[in-house]
């Protein structure tokens, strides 16, 4: 079965401080794996992605993640937070392996909260 | 880029009434759409997924009578939660994948999420 898993409800940081949001993931072969970010009310907004190549992806408004085969982990982070960056994260792993090919299986996802 | 509206962005029904739920693919097409309901505060739940001109893929749990989807072109599929109930309040969400019919080069890894609906129930 597929899963991910973020372990942490909710992140605050400082401003201008370095975040990490964690995830790590359970999969059947190669994992395909996503972070997106939703606002209040609306609907999610993709990030980045891995599918295969370098470890460290880079993505949308400064963040990256780093793929760690050996950790099972794909956390999200940022150098300098900024308050806009204030949000709910979820991670998430698409399953490549059963009939569907399609679906995607998401975290519980993990609010940060950036403190002024 | 990939663009899916949804349609409305907000209902409040009554209580025993159907809503239906707009979700467009803009500027791809999309044999594939799926539909997920989220709760505050949590995460994202995969009730359907919806193909295009064939009938759609429940998951377990969810009520095929009670949550009507339709997929009748390759831009367009309906939600509509029949007899609704105070319970069926939420957030839906649809997101749909680039067939590659457009031609585009968009990802086919990815899904396109809607802005989202949130529907109440008096």
């Known amino acids: 079965a597929q899963s991910v898993a973020q372990p942490e409800d909710q992140v605050n940081v400082a401003e201008g401080n370095p975040l990490t949001v964690k995830c790590t993931y359970s999969?059947?072969?190669?994992?395909?794996l996503f972070w997106y970010v939703q606002y209040p009310n609306r609907g999610l907004q993709f990030l980045l992605k891995?599918?295969?190549?370098?470890?460290l992806v880079k993505g949308s408004y400064g963040f990256e993640a780093e793929f760690n085969k050996s950790q099972t982990s794909f956390h999200l982070k940022k150098p300098s937070a900024l308050v806009s960056d204030s949000a709910l994260y979820f991670c998430?792993?698409?399953?490549?392996?059963?009939?569907?090919?399609?679906?995607?299986?998401f975290g519980t996802g993990t609010s940060l909260t950036v403190i002024p | 880029g990939a663009v899916v509206s949804q349609h409305p962005s907000r209902v409040i029904c009554k209580s025993g009434t159907s809503v239906k739920i707009e979700c467009r693919s803009l500027?791809?097409?999309?044999?594939?759409m799926f539909w997920y309901r989220q709760f505050p505060k949590q995460s994202l739940m995969l009730m359907a997924t919806?193909?295009?001109?064939?009938?759609?893929?429940?998951e377990q749990g969810v009520e095929k009578d009670k949550f009507l989807i339709n997929h009748a072109s390759l831009t367009l599929s309906t939600l509509t939660v029949t007899s609704a109930h105070p319970e069926d309040s939420s957030f839906y969400i649809c997101?749909?994948?680039?067939?590659?019919?457009?031609?585009?080069?968009?990802?086919?890894?990815?899904?396109?999420f809607g802005p989202g609906t949130r529907l109440t129930v008096t």
């Open positions: 997101s749909a994948r680039d067939s590659g019919a457009s031609g585009g080069r968009r990802s086919s890894y990815e899904q396109y």
């Open positions: 999969v059947s072969g190669n994992p395909y």
């Open positions: 891995y599918i295969t190549g370098d470890n």
């Open positions: 998430a792993v698409r399953d490549m392996i059963s009939n569907t090919g399609n679906q995607f299986y």
């Open positions: 500027d791809f097409q999309a044999t594939t």
């Open positions: 919806s193909n295009e001109g064939s009938k759609a893929t429940y």
